[in-house]
């Protein structure tokens, strides 16, 4: 058996690897976001019927670990005559456990919204879209930015449990090339590395983020 050693070319192998993990990344955020939106928007509307409808949508994907969603997603799907390929099941789990959570991070923004503002806008005698597109909305935004850049952070990282259905992404990556050379702490150094270069500058981004909408807070 002849083994490989840990060079240029497998790290080249990371790295492109690395970009899939964005792109998963991407589409989760992007298709979670679309989703999360419309159960923010639901879970603070005037019609009690939608609270209470969406409510659960979010208490169910916040109580189940993202693992169960991809398990459903791809093998259980499978059962039922749906083969899903590993981008799809992979993109739409990923999708769905942020929809969960930018839809309560959302909320939580749009509500805390002052009250002033809300009743100003009605004054002004303003439909329920037009207070959300003109007033609420662009204030939400940036109280939301912190908080959702730090969520990416969360994503980023969970994109390696796709790794368990064959998603070529950056742990998985990890694993082809350990079982090829036999060097687990060059391998998943480089790995741990490569996940840094992409977190650590979305968290000091999230804190920067904190810290200056905090400032103009209390000017």
């Known amino acids: 058996m002849i083994l490989r050693t840990f060079g240029f070319s497998e790290f ?6 690395l970009l899939w993990t964005v792109v998963l990344t991407i ?39 993202v693992l169960m969603i991809l398990f459903l997603s791809y093998y259980g799907l499978s059962l039922a005559g749906l083969q899903l390929p590993p981008l799809v099941a992979a993109g739409a789990s990923m999708t769905i456990y942020a929809s969960g959570y930018l839809a309560e991070i959302w909320r939580g923004c749009i509500q805390s919204v002052p009250k002033p503002q809300w ?65 687990p702490f060059r391998v998943f150094l480089a790995v741990a590395a490569l996940y840094f270069v992409v977190c650590y500058p979305l968290s000091q981004l999230s804190r920067w983020l904190e810290r200056r909408l905090h400032a103009r807070s209390h000017r």
């Not at 080249?12 to 690897?17: C, Q, R």
């Not at 909305?137 to 969360?154: C, D, E, K, N, Y």
């Open 27 to 65: 589409i989760a955020l992007s298709g979670g976001g679309i989703v999360g939106f419309v159960i923010a928007l639901a879970r603070t509307s005037t019609h009690k019927w939608l609270r209470i409808a969406a409510a659960p949508y979010i208490q169910i994907i916040q109580g189940i670990p």
């Open 119 to 183: 009743e100003a806008s009605e004054s002004l005698a303003m439909t329920r879209v037009q207070q959300y597109r003109y007033v609420i909305l662009p204030q939400a935004l940036r109280i939301s930015l912190p908080s959702t850049v730090g969520f990416a952070v969360q994503v980023v990282k969970n994109t390696s449990i796709t790794s368990i259905i064959g998603f070529v992404e950056l742990a998985r990556a990890g694993q082809l090339i350990n079982n090829a050379t036999f060097q």
């Open 12 to 17: 080249g192998f990371l790295v492109s690897a």
